[in-house]
């Protein structure tokens, strides 16, 4: 096991592991930070993204070792963001499980882009599965976080 200095949420934090530990592991596990779900385990649903440097990322396949000196974000540094009260407002989320990356795949959309179409939402989301059926009112949700 290694040390591992990480920068999460904006909080310092060190963690021993195996270099090779997923993130979605140490968040989770060692950091309590359960925001982000277990999904596919390949990165292929979207269900554990998080940030890393802004850009969305499967964090069930992403090794320990590759975020060192990123800045990771998960849903759970996303407190206070516009998208969270779209999200209530539009009732985004039918059972969960897949929100919380959609939401950090959504804030990074927005960081980009903050007035994107319905196009660019929906590419932006495309690699998220809902199981559920409210991805249309995920869509919508982020158009409401964009404004006018």
Not at 57 to 74: E, F, H, I, R, Y
Not at 90 to 117: F, I, T
Request: proline share 6%; net charge negative; glycine share 12%.
């Amino acid at each position: 096991m290694d040390c591992y200095e990480l920068t999460v949420n904006g909080e310092r934090h060190s963690v021993e592991a195996d270099p090779d530990t997923p993130l979605l592991d140490v968040l989770r596990g060692d950091l309590g930070l359960v925001g982000s779900r277990f999904g596919c385990g390949m990165g292929l649903c979207g269900a554990c993204f998080v940030l890393l440097d802004g850009h969305p990322a499967p964090a069930c396949d992403t090794p320990l070792w590759s975020v060192v000196g990123k800045a990771v974000t998960t849903v759970e540094g996303l407190r206070g963001h516009p998208l969270v009260d779209a999200f209530l407002a539009e009732q985004a989320a039918q059972c969960g499980y897949c929100v919380s990356g959609v939401l950090v795949s959504a804030a990074a959309l927005l960081a980009r882009e903050p007035h994107p179409d319905e196009a660019a939402v929906k590419g932006a989301l495309d690699r998220h599965l809902c199981r559920c059926g409210a991805h249309g009112r995920m869509v919508r949700a982020v158009l409401r976080a964009a404004g006018p």
